[in-house]
């Protein structure tokens, strides 16, 4: 085999970024999460325009191709609403047996699973942590410590995105700080 067949690779790392041309970049604000929170009255004291998570991703196949793989790195800042920590939307696949991986990079936090029968629990995240997300569970990250939280995710490309659920019924448990602690009540 000839040189000319060895290429770089269209993306890497610096430290948790992403980088490489085709990476996308997306934001979601204060004024994005309406309704996700629980206490209204706090959540109204924070500037809407206030950045609560970035998204990079790497989306190789057009949406709904099936076989394909996307990969994404979120980057979830710390803070609460009222004593609710900083989180994702979350949401269920739209194909809803399709599964994910989430991995912890940076900071430490917990994955939220919440299945159709509205059972909730939840993993710890920290850099290092994997995550297996298995078909037909809803999946959100709080922040719950005082820094950036980053964590990796790869999932199919046919999975889509069902955030109406959540957004109609949340999730049936909160991440709370009780003292200092994470508590899901
Ligand atoms: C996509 C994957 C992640 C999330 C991201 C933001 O399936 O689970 O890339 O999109 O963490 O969360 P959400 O719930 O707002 O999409
Ligand atoms: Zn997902």
């Given at each position: 085999?000839?040189?000319?067949?060895?290429?770089?690779?269209?993306?890497?790392?610096?430290?948790?970024?992403?980088i490489g041309d085709k990476v996308e970049k997306?934001?979601?604000?204060?004024?994005?999460?309406?309704?996700?929170?629980?206490?209204?009255?706090?959540?109204?004291?924070?500037q809407e325009e206030k950045l609560v998570y970035e998204v990079s991703s790497f989306l190789p196949v057009k949406e709904g191709t099936p076989g394909g793989l996307y990969f994404g790195i979120t980057y979830l800042y710390p803070g609460k609403v009222g004593d609710e920590y900083f989180m994702t939307k979350g949401h269920f696949h739209a194909n809803i047996d399709r599964a994910e991986f989430y991995w912890g990079l940076k900071g430490e936090g917990m994955l939220i699973f919440m299945d159709e029968q509205?059972?909730?629990?939840?993993?710890?995240?920290?850099?290092?942590s994997l995550h297996y997300i298995p078909g037909g569970i809803a999946h959100r990250v709080?922040?719950?410590?005082?820094?950036?939280?980053?964590?990796g995710a790869c999932w199919p490309s046919d999975a889509g995105h069902n955030y109406e659920e959540i957004a109609q019924n949340g999730f049936a448990c909160r991440l709370v700080d009780r003292n200092g602690v994470p508590n899901l009540i």
């Open positions: 085999m000839s040189t000319s067949n060895i290429i770089n690779p269209a993306l890497f790392f610096a430290d948790d970024n992403l997306s934001v979601r604000r204060m004024k994005d999460l309406k309704g996700i929170f629980q206490d209204e009255a706090a959540f109204l004291q924070i509205r059972k909730v629990w939840a993993e710890r995240m920290f850099p290092g709080a922040n719950t410590g005082n820094q950036m939280l980053s964590f």
